[in-house]
Antibody, heavy 124, light 112 residues
Framework: EVQLVESGGGLVQPGGSLRLSCSAS????????IFWVRQAPGKGLEYVSG????????YYADSVKGRFTISRDYSKNTLYLQMSSLRAEDTAVYYC?????????????????WGRGTLVTVSS | QSVLTQPSSVSGAPGQRVTISCTGS?????????VHWYQQHPGAAPKVLIY???NLPSGVPDRFSGSRSGTSASLAITGLQAEDEADYYC????????????FGGGTKLTVL
């Protein structure tokens, strides 16, 4: 079965750090750009970060730039999101999503496979 | 405040047709960037419903359709069914500043 499975969420204090993992199965994730999209409780969807298939390009939303780092371990077919200096407003379900490109550059990418998400709660 | 604007809620009776609008600007939809639509049932992850303005992924009923014109896009659902009750999000790309993938605020569809 083609799927993405997130892990690593939990309760963390403001200012703390957490690393999320996204494990891909049923497909070769190294052939695809993979992103993180989050959803605060009762709110809408928000793009967080992404990386291209070869990891040569990384992308970050302004709200997380300088605090979050995305990376890939090709040997483990796994994607990571290292989050630091966490704030209450980072509380959300974090989804790992696979990208499909209708054309080769960013404005024509969309999210065609979503994981079930992992909840991150930032609170004292 | 989302870059893409959607109505917060729409409703319709079974069998009816409903539309959900997604209004952007010249830095996203108006720039010719694709619009995609996602459906999210309560407690579930989103799934792609329409990609590249008007394309249906395999398995999505053709009761769903999408269109784009100028700085706006629309999702239409015909023959409304109870299972269509969900949240719907539009998504595009915005070229301001360093560029970013952007979502609408979401629309809650209620089947009466």
């Amino acid at each position: 079965e083609v799927q993405l499975v997130e892990s690593g969420g939990g309760l963390v204090q403001p200012g703390g750090s957490l690393r999320l993992s996204c494990s891909a199965s049923g497909f070769t994730s190294s052939r695809y750009a993979i992103f993180w999209v989050r959803q605060a409780p009762g709110k809408g969807l928000e793009y967080v970060s992404g990386t291209t298939d070869n990891g040569g390009s990384t992308y970050y939303a302004d709200s997380v730039k300088g605090r979050f780092t995305i990376s890939r371990d090709y040997s483990k077919n796994t994607l990571y999101l290292q989050m630091s200096s966490l704030r209450a407003e980072d509380t959300a379900v974090y989804y790992c999503v696979k990208v499909t490109m209708t054309r080769g550059y960013q404005p024509f990418w969309y999210f065609d496979l979503w994981g079930r998400g992992t909840l991150v709660t930032v609170s004292s | 405040q989302s870059v893409l604007t959607q109505p917060s809620s729409v409703s319709g009776a079974p069998g009816q047709r409903v539309t959900i609008s997604c209004t952007g600007s010249n830095s996203n939809i108006g720039a010719g960037f694709d619009v995609h639509w996602y459906q999210q049932h309560p407690g579930a992850a989103p799934k792609v419903l329409i990609y590249a303005n008007n394309n249906l992924p395999s398995g999505v009923p053709d009761r769903f359709s999408g269109s784009r014109s100028g700085t706006s896009a629309s999702l239409a659902i015909t023959g409304l069914q109870a299972e269509d009750e969900a949240d719907y999000y539009c998504q595009s790309y915005d070229s301001t500043l360093s560029g970013s993938w952007v979502f609408g605020g979401g629309t809650k569809l209620t089947v009466l």
